[in-house]
């Protein structure tokens, strides 16, 4: 049995150890109030930082990212950052996490149904792991499939707020219609996946893919394989592109934190190159494996 499913049977079996306003606690006795606005409102942000070998990937980047989400929506920290790192630390440690995930939220706080909020709200952090195989999958192997579909998102993508249900119809419809994943489109050009960063390689071998704005999540993976292609002098071009122009892309990929760089080998109704990943995507693989510390 290899590690990441060992421990897989070790959580199925034990029960996972979750996070919940400054408790750890099984995840059956886990609570949280009726009235929390994260739970009526969508009123708070999340992160989900990668697991790779025990060790959490890219966390500094997933921890900025949720103090700016927070600053935006005007919530506070709940913890100091490094108070956030301890709990993340404790919670890989209490479920013996290998390989996976650790999820964190933060809701604005408790108090009676109301869309206006008080000012001194508490701010609740809740957290937990998840886990699951990171590296070597049959689809970072083989590329997935994605869909198109129209963005039914609001226009502050750049927060990651809890609010998915956009997310979640279009991944659902995608799967119904026999795809591994989606892209969403507005105003005719690619915005990014329902959970991912897009990336088009175009035949004179640049890689293309979204500037940071409202319209889209600055993707933590995204940032720290833009480092990775500085480094060694791969070129990134940021800018927005058809649903045209990644049909007719000699390779495509996306990025997140929990698929990493994933291949993407059909768009749609078309066949991206001659179907399998390309060695621009091959490479990036290579490049942020080996930065996240796996061995080769």
């Not at 739970?39 to 959490?56: H, K, N, S």
Request: hydrophobic content about 40%.
């Amino acid at each position: 049995m290899s590690a990441p499913t060992q421990r897989m049977h070790y959580e199925e079996q034990m029960g996972r150890i979750v996070y919940v306003h400054g408790d750890f606690v099984p995840e059956e006795q886990a609570r949280i109030g009726l009235f929390d606005r994260g739970f009526l409102f969508g009123d708070a942000v999340y992160e989900v930082t990668a697991v790779i070998e025990g060790r959490m990937v890219d966390n500094d980047l997933h921890l900025a990212r949720l103090e700016r989400s927070l600053k935006a929506l005007g919530i506070p920290l709940p913890q100091s950052l490094a108070q956030i790192v301890e709990v993340q630390s404790q919670l890989i440690a209490r479920n013996a996490l290998h390989e996976g995930a650790v999820y964190l939220q933060v809701s604005r706080g408790e108090a009676d149904r109301d869309f206006l909020y008080s000012e001194n709200m508490t701010p609740k952090l809740i957290g937990f792991t998840q886990a699951k195989t990171m590296v070597g999958t049959k689809t970072q192997r083989d590329g997935i499939s994605v869909d198109l579909a129209a963005d039914p998102r609001w226009q502050r993508r750049d927060i990651k707020t809890t609010m998915l249900l956009g997310q979640v119809m279009a991944k659902q419809a995608a799967r119904a219609r026999g795809f591994d994943d989606v892209w969403l489109v507005e105003d005719g050009l690619v915005t990014e996946g329902a959970s991912s960063t897009a990336y088009v390689v175009t035949a004179d071998g640049r890689i293309l893919t979204r500037a940071a704005s409202q319209a889209t999540l600055p993707g933590c993976t995204q940032r720290a394989l833009a480092r990775l292609c500085a480094m060694h002098d791969v070129r990134i071009e940021e800018r927005a592109f058809t649903p045209q122009e990644a049909q007719g892309a000699a390779e495509a990929f996306q990025t997140s934190a929990t698929s990493l760089v994933m291949p993407v080998v059909r768009i749609a109704d078309r066949v991206i190159g001659d179907g399998k990943p390309g060695p621009i995507t091959r490479r990036l693989q290579a490049l942020y494996l080996e930065a996240a510390g796996v061995p080769a």
